[in-house]
C-alpha cells in the first residue's frame, strides 16, 4: 500500500522500515472478488523474494484497514514471517489470500501498486518488474 494511503487508513501506525520477505513471490489472484481485476497475493517460493514495508500496526488501524482491504473473515489467512532489514532480521505477519493465483490485475491497479513500492525506496529494478507486468485494459 502506498505510504500516503497507509497513513490515511491507518494513522495510528508508523512506518518502521522496510525489508525483503524471501521465500514468497508476489503475484496476483482472486480476480473474481469484484475488483477491477486480481488482486496482489503472495505465494511460497523458494529462491524469491517480495519487498516489503513494515509497520506497526495499532490494534484499532487493524480493523480499519481490514475493512478497507475488504478482510473478511476466511478471505486471508495471517501468516507469521521473518523480514530481512537493514537493521537485522525482524518478525512481522502478511496476510495470506485464500484463493487461487491467476488472472490479470487492471492497469490502474498494477500502477498503484508499483507507485507503492518506488515510495516505499523499493530498487528501481523491483518497480521495474512490477510496471513490466501483463495486466487488464480498462476496457475488459
Known sequence: MHPSQMLERCPHSPLTGTGWLSGWRLTFGAEDLGWEGAV???????????????YDLSPEDRDSLDQWEGADPGAYTPVHVRVSTLDGDVLAWIYVLEGYEGGLPSARYLGLLAEAAEAAGAPDEYVEDIRSRPCRSLGE
Open 40 to 54: 496482489s497475493m503472495l505465494v511460497p517460493e523458494p529462491g524469491s523474494q517480495v519487498f516489503v514495508a513494515l
